[in-house]
């Protein structure tokens, strides 16, 4: 239900995030200066189908231990303006620079892969739904703050819409999981968009 706030977990990424407001995402390597290169193979995040394999392993692996395992849907707000303006190969360069900073904002034993056009999703193994929630809020103000392709000279803004479920507090199964992320995540995209909300709880208040 709207108003609903984070259970107060410590945050996992507080480290991670020092120095990237505001600030240029990191220029790709080898890129010829004033030109746009080629987008890179992208190694993380995974494609849907390995993605959708670890993530059936880490389910199996929190069941069997007993331990929560957090989930994050992400969408990109109104991504379909970035390739109007500027074009489908700025539009795959973008997704490759959103999918770099995921990875790199994430701990070594978290995991994300593109789930479709510009949808992101992030595993989160022993994470519990309070500690999901703030690396959501994060991730989602990191999405917003960052000058993205600012090596082209572009420095696009963009923001997102940001679902997140977990096991056991709210889903049984992976399935399950997905769904309650997706479901929580397209409460943003058809009201405000630009936001976080979590399963069963509604969209979280920005602090």
């Known amino acids: 239900m709207p108003g609903a706030r984070c259970p107060g977990d410590p945050d996992p990424l507080r480290a991670r995030e020092k120095g990237r407001r505001n600030t240029p995402a990191p220029a790709p390597p080898h890129a010829p200066p004033g030109r746009l290169a080629p987008p890179a193979p992208l190694p993380a995040p995974s494609n849907r189908r390995f993605g959708l394999g670890r993530l059936r392993e880490e389910f199996s692996r929190a069941v069997r231990a007993e331990s929560p395992l957090g989930l994050l849907m992400i969408d990109l707000d109104h991504f379909k303006n970035v390739n109007d303006t500027h074009g489908h190969l700025v539009g795959s360069k973008l997704l490759a620079e959103v999918g770099q900073m995921l990875k790199s904002a994430c701990r070594r034993i978290d995991f994300a892969f593109r789930y479709g056009g510009d949808e992101f999703v992030i595993v989160l193994p022993q994470a ?80």
């Open 128 to 207: 519990s739904k309070g500690n999901a929630c703030i690396v959501a809020m994060r991730l989602h103000r990191l999405i917003g703050e960052t000058l993205w392709l600012a090596s082209e000279g572009l420095n696009i803004r963009i923001t997102a819409s940001v679902g997140l479920a977990s096991y056991p507090s709210d889903a049984k199964t992976k399935v399950e999981l997905l769904h309650l992320a997706d479901e929580a995540m397209y409460q943003v995209k058809n009201t405000t968009r630009d936001g976080v909300a979590a399963a069963k709880m509604g969209v979280v208040p920005a602090v």
